[in-house]
């Protein structure tokens, strides 16, 4: 008997753009590009908004505003998602961002405008939750590093051209048409994303994820389960951490208050963020409670000397306003890089995390180089496209692992405790290090950002130390 050839053919790693996910993953892309480009181009025409609105002010409390908005979303988000599916928990987040951008370009007033941004963040923080349980859920799990990989460059783009474009649009058509001007784009991506948003069982599609007939995974148990407990602590993480930020700020203006505020955050912080996480996951448990935290370790690492370095060279080395910014771009086409190649073959996750951070925390020493006497500050460049190539292979192999570990019940609850560390340590480490150069002094960054660098350095050495306890134990 002759055995048919195609019984033999070679399996074929799943296409995230060929036929069966083609307009789930253009459509989750562009929903993500276009969050991005807000986040990179609002920053550009900040200056604008203040000088039309008479609100100097409003720098901090508009950054604040959608981050403390968003890191809420990112818990009701994922709780519903597993109670419900991630359809509704996705289009409310799109409809939320596109109503807090119209109002945004709509503001009177700073306190509108500060309002418009917590709607942005609702709708952001909501968004992206329901976005990796989507990932979850409907792509198999040998394209899902692909996905994320896709993901990581989606913000390549926004990173290049956002500050930039934001900035033309503002000084030709005005900065109300930066957030107009993103609305009418949701629409496509709405439309392609429509079929990964409709119920569906694994069985009637090939590929699909592990959904039930109902479309959503069965129903979830336990202490992240529960509506009430699970939004008060969502409640105190967000306030603490608002209130925590806030009072580092002020530490070196108003200590009395800022002492107030500080120890009133982590107090907030410490009843709530621990029902956010799974179990043990502020003591680093083995598998995944590990596998969460280190998301927020290498966020805090990199990210909190990221913003530094353009005071570095433009303070110290006496570089111009876009020479600064040259090693920031650069370093996030490390990032995708980095995110690509750790999509090519499987890999041993937690020992690609492991050099991941090594990699961030070797490119944070580096950067220090650019204070010996000497050595040119473009040095930068290099030390942080290192750095990006880190974060790449690691960020995204978290990613990965924290869905395989996620049980189907779990996986937005999952999903929103990655964002929620995430975020808490790239804003907390930001925070004080901006502290540590009011307090040094700067007529001193030099001192300022070496000691902030040395820090960063320590926490990325934390994650090379425990990047192997995200191994399940045996």
Known sequence: MTVPKTLYAPYQSPRIFGPEYRTASLGILLVVTLIAFEGMSVGAVMPAVSEDL???????????????AGLFANVVAGLWSDRRGHAWPFLLGVGLFVTGMAMAGAAGSKELFIVARAVQGLGGGAVIVAVYVMIARVYVPEARPKVFAALS???VLPALVGPGLGGLVAATLGWRWVFYGIVPLVIPALLMLLPALRPRGAETEPGAGPDTEAGVAPAPSGERSRPLAMTLAASATAAGAGALLYGVDLLHLNPGVGWSATLAGL???AA????????RALMFGRGLSTTVMMRGVLSASFFGINSFIPLLLTQVRGFSVIEGG??????ALGWTTGSYLQSRREFDRPRLVRLGAASVTSGVLLTLLALVPGVTGWITVPAWVLAGFGMGIAMTSVNVT???QSPD?????????????????????IGFGGVLINVIGHDDIATGYTTIAVLMAAVGLLGV?????????A
């Open 267 to 269: 107090a907030l912080l």
């Open 272 to 279: 709530g963020l621990p029902r956010l996480l799974p179990r």
């Open 402 to 404: 924290a869905m395989r």
């Open 409 to 429: 019940a779990e996986q937005g609850a999952n999903s929103a405790a990655l964002q929620v560390v995430d975020t808490l340590g790239s804003a907390l480490t």
């Open 153 to 155: 460059a989606a913000w």
């Open 54 to 68: 008479d609100a100097l002010d409003l720098y901090g409390m508009s950054f604040s505003a959608f981050l403390i």
């Open 465 to 473: 130390a425990v990047a192997g306890r995200m191994r399940e134990a």
């Open 326 to 331: 040259v090693a920031l771009t650069i370093g």
